[in-house]
């Protein structure tokens, strides 16, 4: 099998992805138990948000998925592949998460960064758990 390589993505070579800056402005925003925000360009610009609303010594047998976990994307608006400096819109939504948390449903968002990533915070609050 042929592993399928883009050469000519924007973060080949020790280029930090388009999307970084976003990527940090997420990651002193939000808040989890257990929390993982990355970047990439891999295939299309993107920022992946990974989170668990308790921590690892919740979740049966150590797995991921089973804790009261989430998983959501950050992608430039519809119909761009990489992301822009210049671009002021981003398109959010929940990729999948947990049946157990108290609210599972989040609307898939296309606006402004700021208010994209304020859409998170407010959703992720909304799953907070007491422990």
């Not at 609210?103 to 422990?131: L, Q």
Request: glycine content about 6%; hydrophobic content about 40%; overall charge positive.
């Amino acid at each position: 099998m042929e592993i399928v390589q883009d050469i000519d993505r924007p973060d080949v070579g020790g280029v930090a992805p388009k999307m970084d800056a976003l990527a940090l402005k997420a990651r002193s925003l939000l808040s989890a138990a257990y929390l993982v925000i990355t970047a990439s360009d891999n295939l299309v610009s993107s920022v992946h948000i990974r989170g668990a609303f308790n921590t690892k010594d919740k979740w049966t047998n150590g797995i991921f998925q089973n804790g009261l976990y989430f998983q959501m994307f950050i992608w430039p608006e519809k119909g761009k592949r990489y992301f822009s400096p210049d671009d002021t819109r981003v398109t959010v939504e929940l990729s999948n998460c947990s049946h157990e948390l108290k609210n599972p449903k989040f609307r898939k968002y296309t606006g402004k960064i700021d208010r994209a990533i304020e859409k998170i915070a407010v959703w992720m609050k909304s799953n907070e758990v007491e422990e």
